[in-house]
C-alpha cells in the first residue's frame, strides 16, 4: 500500500510562489508514475504535473506549462511541485497521486493512490 502525504499549502498573492512536497511510503518507486492534481470548488479534479520515477519524463497540463515544475528526488522519496507566477485561478485543493505503470495518463481514474489534500490559495 502506497501512502502519499502531501505539504506545503498556503496562501499567496498573485505572482507569487509556493512549493508543495509529497512524501512517498513505498521504497521501490521505478515502476510508478506521480502526478499532482487540483480540484477547485464546484469543478473536476484534474491532471496539473506527472512525471515517471524511473526516466523523470514529465507531462503537464496547458495552464500551467512553463509556470509549476515537477520533480522527484529518489534519495528523500518525496515529489515536488514548485509553482511560480501563481494566478488566481490555480486556487484548489493540490493532491498527490501514483499508479504503477509507465504511461503519463492525465485521467485521476487511472491512478491507485492518493494524498489528502492540501488547499492553495492565490488572491489578487
Known amino acids: 500500500q502506497v501512502q502519499l502525504v502531501e505539504s506545503g499549502g498556503g496562501s499567496v498573492q498573485a505572482g507569487g510562489s509556493l512549493r508543495l512536497s509529497c512524501a512517498v511510503s513505498?521504497?521501490?518507486?521505478?515502476?510508478?508514475?506521480m502526478g499532482w492534481f487540483r480540484q477547485a470548488p464546484g469543478k473536476e479534479r484534474e491532471s496539473v504535473a506527472l512525471i515517471t520515477w524511473s526516466d523523470y519524463t514529465t507531462r503537464y497540463s496547458d495552464s500551467v506549462k512553463g509556470r509549476f515544475t515537477i520533480s522527484r528526488d529518489s534519495a528523500k522519496n518525496v515529489v515536488d511541485l514548485l509553482m511560480n507566477s501563481l494566478k488566481p485561478e490555480d486556487t484548489a485543493v493540490y493532491y498527490c497521486?501514483?499508479?504503477?505503470?509507465?504511461?503519463?495518463?492525465?485521467?485521476?481514474?487511472?491512478?491507485?493512490?492518493w494524498g489528502q489534500g492540501t488547499q492553495v490559495t492565490v488572491s489578487s
Open positions: 497521486a501514483a499508479r504503477y505503470g509507465s504511461l503519463l495518463y492525465t485521467t485521476p481514474g487511472n491512478y491507485d493512490y
Open positions: 513505498e521504497r521501490t518507486l521505478s515502476s510508478y508514475v
